[in-house]
């Protein structure tokens, strides 16, 4: 082929690309997801991804799709880059037939730039668990949906954990309580909820920057070293997460009192460390292990066909478990958004309905296979964040298994809400936004 | 804790860590001298050294689907060596053959470009998972020195010091006293001279190449050990940075002596400053004292001096 | 044959020492702006303008303003990533400030503020040269970048860092925000680089130019002709950097809408900007934009034809993506080190000549 040629085959490319899949001929669903396999955040953005295709897969192959309508699963590479992520947006938003159903962006950064076009292009966006955490208030972000929890109620939560271990809220006065995060939108969250925390509680808080990537941490952990904190709690992500807990093992900080943020507790995260790993501790709203119902369907109806998207014995890691329960949230919704309308050929907009009526409650998950996976959820219009409850899991070195180390803690609303009321208003003075009224 | 010995150990941090970003400085000054390009490749090359001596040891690697068994570590170190050496030829082969006598920027952003190859190359043949690299380097803290002194002193580290002395001897011997060891400071001297008495450019260049692409596979495996194997590691390279301009381009002792300084420099900082200003100073710190430095030795500490003439 | 001189002659100075003075380059660039500025808006949808063409368009401007820096006055710089965040920062601060004032006038402001940051980096360059400058130089990206992460008040106390652009109207159109038509989005950009575009073309033929192509040529040599290398330098710095911040003020509020320091603007964005200059051309306008050009569509080309053409799973074509991209770097420098600017002249040359090889 000549060059000539190939220009034109490239250029006709790019110019059919919006209009890609216009002539198909049945109603599918379309769920996009926007994936990290490329980066220096890819060992965690594999196994979410993962599991998002593996999923879908099994539907379509186990159940001809949801409630019988085939789902399309449209992957963009954004190598946890913003403008990637822009770029991939834009070009899987108006995949035919349906739209992008929900938008799943798995970035902090990504997130926030999809906030104020989600109610422009009108497809909701599911930042489970990460994101900004005032898209809590649906009053003001009526189509970002942030449930299982948030990472305001996850330090309540953590703060809870530690609260327990010392013996009540009351003898955390005193106590020590440092965060070590990564410098970042993200690795800020927690700070103002600490701060509020430590106030309240009388615990001396102090925050750890670390930069991105985060290779070197010698002069945070010499600092912990020296002022020796009760606790550390780290909100990290990539080799960040492996390199403090080798870190902390070196200057033998009990790791049974190091709590990560829920993306600082994959087995990618403590595997680097070995033995030194044991007894690390870190957030969650789901199990681990691939002993569920779900997970043996996916290797019979996935795996076996040879259709897997990753490795089979790496079903059941943490990640991989993360990136489930969220597709099987988006699911639950698009399903409850084909009730509530009556119809088949759901839209974006009556997925966003599905969202927030969306209740999948502890006998429903049974039915999906996932018992005592997690909790049951309820959405309702005012709150998005659903019931953000939140566990502590541990680290089994010798046993490479993470395992429930606590039962779920509800979040401390009375700290929680009111910043979160503050920063949602803020968002919506800034872009003349009116809040809606929820009745 | 006394105040003193935890000054002392931040400054002995400093030095290790130091010690860590000079092996990978080490790197870029041994093709900057010879050749006069600033390889940018340098993180990339040490990532992919790393890569591929993960690749002899594991049993999910490409060389036990082929041959069904794996290396021992003394046999995988030299493999992985051979790997490095036959990745310079290849490079001289494509690349810096046909861009002989550019500028540098050019020769800089070529090496970019060799960059993103390595880097898709990495990712395709080994995948982006993190691998735990274990080749037996001890690993934690030092308990003889923490018990008996209280005195924090990572062990992976003076492993590392230990293994960048040895490897500044043995360039030094290399650069003294060999034959092509004359040859390539003659060539860092004066390209033309040097081919003018029957030196051979190519040669010299895989030669330097190679040298660097193993000093890479030292500096992967200890950043490997340190961190596990993955794509982060060849962002290391940005920390050798200010240890390159403090120290010269040009200047093996250079690299060491930088490297230290800026350790220790970034450390104390950090410890001691960070906490009044919010923290994360560490990164522009290092900068900022180079820049210090530069201003009053434009060509770095122990660069050479920079002759000009109309 | 289509592209020759001949017969066109000039018969005052002022003809001669125009910006194109051979007619088919007039023709040809009258023909490009009226495309983008009459043809393309009509036409454009969401993908091209918010994925490629605004990109395109702020990379360019953001490539012109180093290209004046490094290609014109031949200082090289790694702090464009910084200088980007300082006109993103102080448009965001300023249309806090002043929500009334008309946007384009903050957004020139926004350049004022970045040339006078950009004058204060500009200093080492007096005594510090070559590639010890241009680490140099990322003391100010490291810093800069440090400083609007750790200080509230440059993000408005926001609980993350993030800023978020408010939706500006531009005469009564929405230039920004989610709510802005891809054709207003477009042609403010266009509008405004198109000026700048034509501006700088004229800086670098006149006085001020010469004298910074005489400092990058030889400092010694031009110091001893008589220029001045502080006026030359820091005012090749300050003319950089106000580029490098309207474009950094437009990267933020019209393409991204939202951003944080540390990703938005780190130093892969300073190296991306380098990379568009010197795969371009150095020390020329046009290569700026075909840098451009290349650094934001080919990645995108690539991906779709791998992914939508060939059906490549979207992870693997990452991989491949970034190593063809690589290699394409590699071979054309190798074909052509003076960059794709240089490409287009000899194909111009060839052009002149064409259809008979004398």
Known sequence: MNLRKLTGVAVAAVLALPMFASHANAYELVIPTLDYRTGPYAPNGIPLANAYSDYINLLNERDGGIEGVKIKHVDCETGYNTKKGVECYENIKNTAPSRALAVQPFSTGITYQLIPKSSVDEIPIFSMGYGRTSAANGKVFPWVFNFPATYWSQATALVQYIADQEGGMASLKGKKIYLVYHNSAYGKEPIRTLEALAEKYGFEYRGLPVDHPGQEQKATWLQIRKERPDWVLMWGWGVMNQVAIKEAASIRFPMDRFIGVWWSGSENDVLPAGEAADGYLSGTFHAAGGDFALHDDIRKYVYDKGMGAGDRDRIGEVLYNRGLVAVMWTVEAIRNAMKIHGTKEVTPAMVRDGFESLEVDEARLAELGLKDFTYGIKITCENHEGPGRVAVQQWDAKAKKWSMASKFYEPLREITAPLIEADSMAYAKENNVTPRTCS | MAFDLFLLEVVISGLMTGVMYALVALGFVLIFKASGVFNFAQGVLALFAALALYDFLAEDGWFFAVFGFTLPVWLAIPATALIMILLAWVIERAVLRFLVKQEEIILFMATIGLAFVLEGLGDLLFGSDVKPLDIGIPQGASDWLLDNFNLYVEKLEIVAAATAAVLVTALAIFFQKTRVGRALRAVADDHQAALSVGISLDKIWVIVWSVSGIVALVAGIMWGSKSGVQFSLSLIALKALPVLILGGFTSVPGAIVGGLIIGVGEKVAEVYVGPLVGGAIENWFAYVLALGFLLFRPQGLFGERIIERV | MFYRENGQFKSSYSADQAIFPIAQDRVFVIGILLIAFCGVPFVINEYWANAILVPLLVYALAGLGLNILTGYCGQVSLGTGAFMAVGAYASFKLVGFFPEVNYLILIFVSGLVTAAVGVVFGLPSLRIKGFYLAVATLAAQFF???????????????????????????????????????????????????????????????????????????????????????????????????????????????????????????????????????IGGLGSILGAFLGAAFIVLLPVLMKNLMVGGFGVASGTAGHVEILLLGALIIFFLIVEPHGLARLWQIAKEKLRLWPFPH
Do not use: C
């Open chain 3, 144 to 278: 800069l970048i440090w400083l609007f992460n750790k200080v509230g008040w440059f993000y408005d106390h926001s609980p993350t860092g993030m800023i978020t652009v408010r939706p500006i109207d531009f005469f009564g159109v929405r230039v920004t925000g989610p709510e802005a038509t891809p054709a207003a989005k477009y042609l403010f950009t266009l509008t405004i680089i198109a000026t700048l575009t034509l501006t700088a073309k004229n800086i670098v033929r006149g006085r001020v130019g010469r004298s910074w192509m005489a400092i990058r040529d030889m400092d010694i040599a031009a110091e001893l002709i008589g220029i001045k290398p502080l006026q030359a330098k820091l005012s090749a710095f300050a003319v950089s950097s106000f580029y490098i911040g309207v474009a950094g003020a437009l990267y933020f509020g019209v393409y991204l809408g939202s951003a944080e320091p540390l990703e938005a603007f780190d130093i892969n964005q300073s190296f991306y900007v380098l990379f568009i200059i010197i």
